[in-house]
């Protein structure tokens, strides 16, 4: 594979080690990848990758004819393996959640792409946190969390939703990055979402304005939620939520408090 020499950097970030990129360029093949397609919204040097994290690059490529996506393990990744993130990825999909994973080794993932757009970059538009635009995603991400509630699997980085929670085409949600998931830990995916978007994280001011929402009665609802964990008191959050919305677009368009 030419990547290997002309873009090592992608294959063994940071340092670009030509062996370990050319190692890694192996296994690429032996994992039935014929190409790897630099496109994405992430910049890296000089080429497009789809994403960059903690502990991998995430570049595009190509097996069969099918478009995916591959994360490669940073040589300063501080997981040693990207096996547990691999088996986590099975548990969620399973339940829909996350991308589905098609292979994987201790330094590859190949996954589904998800063609959409960090929440960050979504939210980053004003007029998209207007309950018209965001509610789609939102709720598609509540429930997906929900799932992950339910499945006793706690994401772990849902607290901070900007880059886990990928918006597609503007009306769904997919959530990514499994690396920091656990099943050892009280699940506490519904909570952590719900409060970083309207309580306490970066949108919460912005998106409980649009959405007009009661942080008092929230809170309430999210705290027996915590200790129910059911879907009564999910749906009950849930209401708090989209009373507005349920009770007619209309209303806001006029700019009514429902
Ligand atoms: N399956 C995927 N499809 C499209 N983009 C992805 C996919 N997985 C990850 N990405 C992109 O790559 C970035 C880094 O991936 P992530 O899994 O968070 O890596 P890390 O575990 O290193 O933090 C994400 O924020 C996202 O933009
Ligand atoms: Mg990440």
Redesign the pocket.
């Known amino acids: 594979m030419e990547l290997a020499s002309e873009h090592p950097e992608l294959l063994a970030y940071p340092t670009g080690d030509l062996d370990l990129a050319f190692k890694r360029a192996k296994v690429l093949v032996d994992m039935g990848i014929e190409e790897v397609i630099l496109i994405?919204?992430?910049t890296l040097g000089k080429v497009k990758?789809?994403?960059?994290?903690?502990?991998?690059?995430?570049v595009?490529c190509k097996t069969k004819g099918k478009i995916l996506?591959a994360?490669i393990r940073?040589m300063d990744?501080p997981r040693s393996s990207l096996k547990r993130?691999a088996e986590a990825l099975i548990s969620v999909n399973e339940i829909g959640v996350g991308?589905r994973l098609l292979s994987y080794t201790d330094d590859v993932i190949i996954?589904?792409?998800?063609?959409?757009e960090?929440l960050r970059m979504f939210l980053a538009e004003a007029s998209n946190a207007k309950p018209d635009r965001s509610l789609g995603p939102l709720l598609s991400a509540m429930i997906k969390a929900r799932l992950l509630d339910r499945a006793g699997i706690d994401h772990g980085e849902l607290h901070d939703p900007r880059?886990?929670v990928?918006v597609i085409c503007g009306s769904l949600a997919e959530i990514?990055?499994?690396?920091?998931s656990s099943t050892q830990r009280r699940p506490a995916n519904v909570t952590k979402l719900i409060q970083a978007l309207f309580i306490g994280g970066p949108y919460s001011k912005v998106l409980s304005r649009e959405w007009k929402v009661d942080g008092r009665r929230l809170m309430e609802m999210l705290r027996i939620y915590k200790r129910r964990m059911d879907e009564e008191s999910f749906g009950a959050t849930l209401e708090v939520l989209e009373k507005n919305i349920t009770s007619g677009k209309r209303g806001f368009e006029k700019g009514a408090v429902v």
């Open positions: 994405g919204g992430k990758v789809l994403g960059k994290g903690k502990s991998s690059i995430v595009a996506a994360k940073r990744s993130e991308p996954m589904d792409l998800i063609p959409g960090p880059e886990h990928v990514i990055d499994f690396g920091s």
